[in-house]
């Protein structure tokens, strides 16, 4: 696959060891145009940066090297990772998010995704689990790449989970409440085992991370409310880990 090098300065001076590299990170640029994404994320004064951007027709950019800590992820935390910059690569689809209009990613721009992560996941065995958006490691902050991102298809693809329920039956179980105790402890734990970190303690931390995990795997209600479907995909998930 062709890749464009456009590298930026924002990243730190001190290479990383490849065994450090265990997850990828999904963002979208969220601004007017690929043009102002691409000169944000290269210019030394925004201080943030991503490994790669995919444009909307698909074409690939290089602006940080592997080996390098980029800052795309910001205070963040998945399964042991407590900094995501660290342990990440960072990629960026152009898209103009919720703030400007969002709109589904085009065809062109999830196969050269797909084509990306395939390369990175057995270049650095990255595990399944460990594909995730922004929002998933940051809830309190963050929404992207959000709901129109197609999870599903890129785990049909072999990047990243899923679950094996069909969604017509799972259908049946939404704003089912949940009413057995063991089954919301259950529920909880099986968060944790898929890679959410959030406190139950924390109510408003705890909804938000409810959101982000129906934003990735039930996009169909984000309530920030668990009910029985939410139970059930978190089951199955997590039964496959
Ligand atoms: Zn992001």
């Not at 995919?54 to 980029?70: T, Y």
């Not at 910001?74 to 689809?93: A, F, P």
């Not at 795997?217 to 009910?227: A, M, S, T, V, Y």
């Amino acid at each position: 696959m062709k890749i464009i090098k456009n590298f930026s300065p924002n990243c730190d001076r001190k290479k990383r060891t490849i065994n450090s590299i265990k997850v990828i990170v999904i963002h979208y640029t969220g601004m007017q145009s690929e043009r102002e994404s691409i000169e944000r994320l290269v210019s030394p004064s925004s201080k943030v940066s991503s490994h790669y951007l995919i444009s909307r027709k698909g074409r690939v950019f290089n602006l940080v090297q592997d080996r390098f800590v980029a800052w795309h992820a910001g205070k963040s935390c998945w399964g042991k990772h407590k900094n995501l910059n660290e342990n990440s690569i960072g990629i960026e689809l152009v898209n103009k998010g919720h703030k400007f209009g969002y709109t589904s990613f085009k065809k062109k721009q999830i196969s050269s995704l797909i084509m990306l992560c395939k390369k990175l996941i057995k270049k650095y065995k990255i595990s399944k689990k460990n594909i995730v958006g922004h929002s998933d490691i940051a809830p309190l902050r963050k929404i992207d790449p959000g709901e129109k991102f197609p999870w599903k298809y890129l785990a049909k693809n072999k990047v990243g989970i899923w679950y094996d329920h069909e969604p017509n039956f799972l259908k049946k179980y939404r704003r089912t409440k949940i009413l057995i105790k063991k089954d919301k402890k259950k529920f909880i734990k099986n968060l944790d085992k898929i890679g959410y970190c959030f406190s139950v303690k924390n109510k408003s931390f705890f909804v938000k991370t409810i959101n982000a995990f129906q934003r990735h795997f039930r996009k169909e209600l984000i309530n920030g409310i668990f009910d029985q479907e939410c139970f059930m995909i978190a089951q199955n998930l997590a039964k496959k880990l």
